[in-house]
């Protein structure tokens, strides 16, 4: 009964982005155009049987024109297409990634009478929002580099996702169970994988308020960001110690249902 993590799939993947990049430098007017137009000029020579020196000429032109086009592009890039392709695939990702959390939130409301998980998911899907949004940021860095706390942010939040989706694993197989001995331990973790997701907000709560509060330009704010960093860093920690426990979680409700 292995959990499902869409959000791992809503990376940027590097083959995806470089096809997307390819089609759109294709499809780029000053490319495309030429193209057509000088195949055009040279099919219709060859089908006609029509011998024009000039038109050949013109015909060929255009069509190393636009491999000229493409092949500078692709080499020294476009910067513009380069921002629009990723704000296209960011756009997907995003969509992608809020469809399964709304299914996500539909299957915890369904599963039980416990409301604490589905608030804790209302409660990250807030705070995620707030950083990608880049209202924690506004006014308060200053054009830092702050890569390394959102990527601690992003980890984070994907797990504390699983572990919410590994609370509905939890109770399904405790409810298969004939026995409260039996059930106890699956509902005993269940109850710490939602501890351990209440401590995981608590904390990106932390990091925002930490951030929102910094004077832009101090002396001490390349102190604070360390501090909010280190923070982070533990808190990762316990995350990746849960996420060995869910794998290990895994083979035992299997052994069990």
Same mark, same amino acid.
Not at 73 to 98: N, S, W
Not at 223 to 228: Q, R, V, W, Y
């Given at each position: 009964?292995?959990?499902?993590?869409?959000?791992?799939?809503?990376?940027?993947?590097?083959?995806?982005?470089?096809?997307?990049?390819? =089609?759109?430098?294709?499809?780029?007017?000053?490319?495309?155009?030429?193209?057509?137009?000088?195949?055009?000029?040279?099919?219709?020579?060859?089908? =006609?049987?029509?011998?024009?020196?000039?038109?050949? =000429?013109?015909?060929?032109?255009?069509?190393?024109?636009?491999?000229?086009? =493409?092949?500078?592009?692709?080499?020294?890039?476009?910067?513009?297409?380069?921002?629009?392709?990723?704000?296209?695939?960011?756009?997907?990702?995003?969509?992608?990634?809020?469809?399964?959390?709304?299914?996500?939130?539909?299957?915890?409301?369904?599963?039980?009478?416990?409301?604490?998980?589905?608030?804790?998911?209302?409660?990250?899907?807030?705070?995620?929002?707030?950083?990608?949004?880049?209202?924690?940021?506004?006014?308060?860095?200053?054009?830092?580099?702050?890569?390394?706390?959102?990527?601690?942010?992003?980890?984070?939040?994907?797990?504390?996702?699983?572990?919410?989706?590994?609370?509905?694993?939890?109770?399904?197989?405790?409810?298969?169970?004939?026995?409260?001995?039996?059930?106890?331990?699956?509902?005993?973790?269940?109850?710490?994988?939602?501890?351990?997701?209440?401590?995981?907000?608590?904390?990106?709560?932390?990091?925002?308020?930490?951030?929102?509060?910094?004077?832009?330009?101090?002396?001490?704010?390349?102190?604070?960001?360390?501090?909010?960093?280190?923070?982070?860093?533990?808190?990762?920690?316990?995350?990746?110690?849960?996420?060995?426990?869910?794998?290990?979680?895994?083979?035992?409700?299997?052994?069990?249902?």
């Amino acid at each position: 009964m292995k959990t499902r993590n869409a959000l791992t799939k809503n990376r940027l993947d590097e083959s995806r982005w470089k096809r997307r990049y390819l =089609f759109k430098l294709l499809a780029h007017p000053v490319c495309l155009v030429p193209f057509l137009v000088g195949l055009t000029d040279v099919m219709a020579l060859w089908t =006609f049987d029509i011998s024009s020196g000039a038109a050949l =000429f013109a015909g060929i032109a255009a069509l190393l024109f636009s491999a000229g086009f =493409f092949l500078t592009r692709l080499t020294t890039g476009d910067p513009t297409l380069v921002r629009q392709v990723t704000q296209r695939l960011q756009a997907e990702a995003v969509a992608e990634r809020e469809k399964h959390l709304d299914d996500l939130d539909r299957r915890l409301t369904e599963a039980d009478r416990d409301p604490r998980p589905e608030k804790c998911l209302r409660d990250l899907r807030a705070l995620a929002k707030a950083f990608e949004q880049g209202h924690a940021w506004d006014g308060a860095l200053g054009g830092r580099p702050t890569v390394d706390i959102l990527a601690g942010v992003d980890k984070l939040f994907r797990q504390s996702v699983l572990s919410l989706e590994k609370t509905l694993d939890l109770g399904y197989a405790a409810q298969q169970l004939a026995t409260e001995a039996a059930r106890t331990p699956l509902q005993q973790q269940r109850e710490r994988l939602i501890d351990e997701v209440a401590k995981s907000i608590h904390q990106l709560g932390k990091v925002l308020a930490g951030i929102q509060s910094l004077e832009s330009g101090t002396e001490h704010q390349e102190g604070e960001l360390a501090a909010i960093r280190q923070e982070l860093d533990q808190s990762l920690e316990v995350a990746r110690r849960v996420k060995k426990r869910i794998a290990s979680l895994d083979e035992d409700i299997d052994a069990k249902v």
